[in-house]
């Protein structure tokens, strides 16, 4: 499966979640965990060293490792181990053992117990189960999946808020394809950026391909024309909902590539926008590929209403099975399971 760690269908995470919480709680009542401290600063393929036994040794009870675990070799096996644990983490799997794998081997089974219990409370607050076209975000993943009913269609990397203000889990229905949008600058960034930039310099409203329309509470309405450097690329998807979150392109392409994406003001940047604007209208015979594609590039705002909505799921799973049955962890970069953990085991 090429993108990565894909989600299952959310009414059989729970089970499944449940058969590793079994697992992980055995771990954590039969097996010491010591942290495994490294003796150089990374370990590659053919390096040899005694930590790489011990490695092994746990790849094993985690399930990445089959193979002899008395050798102090970086084998070939042990690529394979690393890489299956790598891309269950969301690290990048390049096979390389550095401080990023060796922290989160080292994160012990009473910490992934809780975690495992927390996701699986959350796997409960989403439907059970969707007939239809939808979407669904999850935010520690940094990625969008797209699905129809039970299957998973494809999914694509995405660009998420740094603000810790947002809602762990809430539901929205997409109804508008916007090609070629202005953005709207919020007033915050007015004051903080757009401000002090023009008494730097008077073309800076110019400059930066932006307009002043009027005034409001003291401040100049600011507007950024539509075009390819626009803050919001060439189309925006518009879900009505109270945190005023929606889906957009990104001219800044290199983010898509960071292994932690949370740059954005709290809007949500999808790496491959026009996918998914083909997706959204594919039942629409008043549009294809080539009309979509020249929408985007027209420079020219145009809102097209979708005849019937898809819903979109903003979703915060820190612990998650993927397609190949297998457990993914990933950083609880909003720092939102401890208060969650601490509920449920108050009320247990």
Not at 16 to 33: G, H, I, M, N, V
Not at 66 to 93: C, E, M, N, V
Not at 332 to 337: C, E, K, M, V
Request: aromatic residues 10%.
């Amino acid at each position: 499966n090429k993108n990565g760690a894909s989600i299952e269908p959310v009414y059989r995470q729970y089970e499944q979640l449940r058969s590793y919480l079994k697992r992980y709680r055995e771990l954590a009542s039969s097996t010491p965990w010591p942290a495994i401290v490294a003796d150089q600063k990374s370990y590659k393929y053919g390096d040899s060293s005694n930590i790489l036994v011990r490695i092994k040794k746990r790849l094993l009870l985690l399930g990445d490792y089959k193979a002899d675990t008395t050798s102090a070799i970086y084998d070939s096996s042990l690529l394979s181990g690393i890489k299956s644990f790598q891309s269950r983490h969301g690290l990048s799997p390049d096979g390389a053992i550095g401080p990023g794998t060796i922290t989160a081997l080292n994160v012990s089974p009473e910490a992934r117990v809780q975690q495992i219990i927390v996701n699986m409370e959350r796997s409960r607050w989403l439907p059970v189960s969707l007939k239809t076209d939808y979407l669904a975000v999850n935010i520690p993943e940094f990625k969008l999946h797209v699905y129809h009913a039970d299957s998973l269609l494809w999914s694509c990397n995405v660009v998420v808020g740094k603000a810790v203000h947002k809602t762990v889990i809430f539901h929205g229905d997409v109804k508008y394809v916007v090609f070629s949008p202005y953005w709207n600058v919020p007033p915050s960034i007015v004051r903080n950026e757009i401000i002090p930039g023009m008494r730097r310099d008077r073309n800076y409203i110019a400059k930066h391909n932006m307009e002043i329309t009027g005034k409001s509470g003291g401040l100049p309405s600011v507007r950024q024309k539509p075009g390819p450097k626009n803050s919001l690329g060439l189309v925006k998807f518009l879900f009505p909902n109270s945190y005023n979150i929606y889906l957009h392109d990104s001219p800044s392409k290199s983010l898509f590539n960071e292994a932690s994406r949370a740059f954005s003001h709290g809007c949500i940047r999808v790496s491959e926008p026009e996918k998914l604007a083909n997706f959204l209208l594919k039942n629409d015979s008043t549009w294809n590929e080539q009309t979509i594609h020249d929408a985007m590039h027209a420079g020219k705002e145009k809102y097209v209403t979708l005849k019937k909505t898809v819903p979109v799921f903003i979703a915060y799973f820190t612990a998650f099975i993927d397609r190949e049955g297998k457990i993914n962890f990933r950083k609880d970069i909003y720092n939102r399971d401890e208060r969650l953990a601490g509920m449920l085991i108050e009320k247990n």
